[in-house]
Structure formats: C-alpha cells, structure tokens
C-alpha cells in the first residue's frame, strides 16, 4: 500500500484505478474474473458483482468490498461521493471501459506501467510459488520425454505433456505448449501441428505450468537420429552448441547492477562471432510472475538494470528455414551477491 501511495503523490492524483487483474491479484489476492479497484490512500475499494460476493469475503483483505448491480455503478458513486478530480488508470484498459471512464467527468491520468513495475521484484514467498511451477513443469515433462521419436506427432506430445502438468497440479498454462519438429523448429513460436517428426528433425519443445498463479516457462531442444544420408545433421549439432555456449555467457553475466542491454549482448555477440547473428531476431528474455511476459525485458534495447529478487528467462536461438530451430530457456534469479538458476532439466545435447 505504501508504494501506491507514493505513484498518487508523485502524479498528484486524488486516486488510482486498478483494472488489470493480475494487478488485482497481487494487490489484493482476489481470484477472480471480474473486479476493479479504487485506491484513494485514505479509503480503498475492491468493486465486484454478485458472482464473486463469497470469493471476495475469502480473499481480500484491507478493502472495503462493493457488490455493485451494474458495471462502473459502484465507481460513479464512489467518485461523486469523495468529489475525486484526477484519477490514474492502467492504460490496458479496454475502448468500452475507457469511454464509461470519460463519462464521470474526471481527469483521467494514464500509470503506464507504474503497477506493473511493482510486480518486477519478487518476494521469496514468490519465487517459492515460481519454483513450485518449474518443478510441475520439469516432472510433467520426465513423464512424457519418451514419445518423443519419429513417427509420433507434434500435437500428440504437446496434449500428453499439458495433461500431465495438469495432473501434477498446475491450473491453467501460461501459454500453449509449443512442440516444433523440422521445418517447423524455424519458427520461433510455431504452434504444435500434425506433423509427425522424423529422422534427423530438430525438436523444439517449449512448455510452462502454473502454481498459486505463478508461472513458469523453459524449452528444451532434441535431434533425432538422422538417416544415414543426412548431410546436415553436423549443421544441426552445431548450432545446438552454439546455442547453449550463448546462453551460458548470458547466464554467467547476471548480477545485482548489470544492465539488461549487457545480458542480451552476451548471447547475441556469440551467436553472431559465430556467424549466425541474423538468425537470432528476438529478445534474449522475459519476466515471469503472475503473467508469462512481465518486466524486466531482457533485449537490445533494454537499459535497465537488475536487482535482487528480479526472475526471468535467457532463451537465445537460432533460426534456419533450410535446417530448423534451435532454443534453449532457462529461468534465473537474481540474488544479493549473484544468481541462481531455478530450472533443472539437463541441456547436453541429445541425440533420440
């Protein structure tokens, strides 16, 4: 609450808006599917409808809960009432729910991503929900790593893996899981298909479970025994080493002070001393928490830099249209006096 209070005083605003709701839930723990806050500092507000009226009774604590009939009604009354004048909103908000803003008459003052960068530090309680993800994710993968042959389809594998993850206790995914074979393995973000993979493929599998509304996220690379004519399996083996030499360089880098530009940088000048610089074309990382995509952004770009408590993925790769992919994803933390990496699973090259 003290840090919201600050972004009010610092915008000079009369009260702050929360619609996003993951911003929601780790203000207020609140589950949910429908429910907007209203901060003011003096008297805070969680508005949901009747749906959520037990939930909310369970989950939220330190805000005052309001049941409202019909969307927005609770806010408009709430505004009138305090006579509020410049409000900060979350600028994800939808066309609709910006216009019934504009209709109370207020000034409407845009967060950017003032609530999100609450979220960029973990707390050990959540990087403890973080590594409950990976072990779910690591331990849903172990149990289905043997359909992984020629013959058996992509999507096959990529159903099998989610229902296991599932089993061992993870709610929803953070995202689809991604089993790319062959020519499909050049597409950084393929969706798993009918394909069925076959000698000398490259397989890339990238994958992610959930705890406590926690995510994680990590992908492992595979050959398959070539046929013995294969003339570019050697190519393939050796941007697999390519790839993973990269990422331990970006690895090695991540301590309390450097910049995420340096991070990236790291994998990135390996992968180009090596010659396939424009086969690497995105960001070498990602923040991970209650959304799969969060701060820090870990790219070209980035001048941030890290601090204790920050998790996030090094994922570099390499991409050939005429050959497939390569990735390798990792999930780090910063600690105080370095790092530590949280996913386990072996990144020797292996050869099915």
Not at 147 to 160: H, Q, S, T, V
């Amino acid at each position: 609450m003290d840090r919201l209070k600050k972004i009010k005083n610092a915008l000079r605003i009369d009260a702050i808006l929360i619609t996003d709701l993951k911003n929601i839930r780790y203000f207020t723990g609140f589950t949910g599917s429908s429910a907007i806050c209203l901060y003011t500092g003096k008297e805070n507000f969680f508005i949901t409808d009747f749906r959520y009226k037990e939930q909310s009774k369970k989950e939220v604590k330190d805000w005052d809960i309001i049941i409202e009939k019909k969307k927005f009604s609770g806010l408009k009354k709430l505004v009138a009432k305090m006579n509020l004048k410049r409000l900060g909103f979350e600028p994800a908000i939808s066309y609709d729910n910006f216009q019934s803003l504009k209709k109370l008459n207020l000034r409407l003052i845009p967060l950017k991503k003032h609530l999100h960068k609450f979220r960029e530090i973990k707390t050990p309680q959540e990087i403890e929900k973080i590594k409950r993800a990976i072990k779910r994710a690591e331990e849903g993968f172990l149990r289905i790593k043997e359909l992984i042959k020629p013959g058996i389809m992509e999507r096959d594998i990529a159903i099998e893996l989610e229902y296991q993850i599932k089993k061992l206790g993870s709610g929803d995914l953070p995202f689809e899981v991604i089993v790319a074979s062959g020519e499909n393995s050049a597409m950084p973000h393929a969706r798993s298909s009918m394909r069925k993979i076959s000698p000398g493929d490259l397989v890339v599998i990238d994958w992610g479970a959930e705890a406590e509304g926690y995510f994680s996220d990590m992908t492992r690379t595979f050959l398959i025994k070539p046929a013995s004519d294969d003339t570019s399996f050697e190519e393939k083996r050796k941007i697999y080493h390519i790839v993973k030499r990269a990422q331990e360089e970006a690895l090695m880098a991540v301590r309390p002070g450097i910049s995420t530009t340096e991070i990236d940088k790291k994998a990135r000048q390996y992968i180009e001393k090596e010659g396939y610089g424009k086969a690497f074309g995105h960001s070498t990382g990602h923040g991970v928490g209650l959304d799969i995509h969060e701060l820090p952004v870990i790219s070209m770009t980035g001048r941030e830099r890290l601090k204790p408590g920050m998790v996030f993925t090094v994922e570099p790769g390499i991409y050939l249209n005429s050959l497939g992919g390569v990735r390798i994803e990792d999930m780090i933390s910063v600690t105080e006096d370095g790092s530590a990496i949280l996913t386990s699973l072996p990144k020797e090259p292996e050869i099915i």
